[in-house]
């Protein structure tokens, strides 16, 4: 297979790094012919894979695409702080709520410990935010999706992923039987026409 022309943007962030195609992959968990054929773009980046590099080069989503960070463009500096940051045993709770009772010493921050238990300890919460945000934006879609000649099918693909998703964590996943947790629909606004008459 022919060298990356390092225009893709995998190839760009790697580089960037310090990283060769072959240990990108064992970072990762993937082939290095993966690395290389999506830095030929041969095979799609799926969003799998986007993430999971984002977990171990310092990029969220959207910094991956533009290859920047708060601070500017990603260096090798910023890819050897978030691995220290992963490899580092995060401080018990004892010790964290100790270093806030005290205040951090002047001139110094959190130690990288105790910023991966503050960030541990705050973790359940910001989930429950981007839950509200990701449930808002699926009633949005079904509500707007009512009345497509797909609306069945999408929702059996929304149900199958979702079963699959637990499946995969091992997480049960009942779906209601009939007269569980559904609402009867409202019938509709009707001028001169009596509710009794609806159901003939």
């Avoid at 940051?85 to 401080?91: F, G, K, L, N, V």
């Avoid at 001139?107 to 839950?131: H, N, R, V, W």
């Amino acid at each position: 297979m022919r060298p990356s022309p390092l225009r893709h943007t995998v190839a760009i962030l790697r580089t960037m790094i310090g990283l060769t195609q072959k240990e990108l992959a064992v970072l990762v968990g993937r082939a290095t012919r993966t690395i290389q054929a999506i830095e030929l773009e041969q095979l799609p980046l799926s969003e799998e894979l986007a993430l999971r590099i984002a977990e171990e080069a310092p990029a969220r989503r959207m910094e991956l695409i533009s290859l920047r960070n708060e601070r500017g463009p990603y260096t090798k500096e910023d890819f050897e702080w978030a691995r220290a940051y992963r490899e580092t045993p995060a401080a018990t709770e004892k010790q964290l709520a100790a270093t806030i009772k005290r205040g951090p010493k002047k001139g110094e921050g959190f130690t990288l410990p105790e910023m991966k238990a503050a960030i541990k300890a705050a973790q359940p919460i910001m989930m429950e935010a981007m839950d509200r945000k990701l449930l808002r934006a699926m009633v949005h879609l079904l509500r707007e999706t009512t009345t497509e000649p797909t609306a069945l099918l999408m929702r059996w693909k929304l149900r199958r992923l979702m079963e699959e998703l637990a499946k995969e964590r091992d997480v049960e996943f009942p779906w209601p039987g009939p007269g569980e947790g559904d609402r009867p629909a409202k019938p509709p606004k009707t001028k001169g026409i009596k509710r009794s008459q609806l159901a003939l």
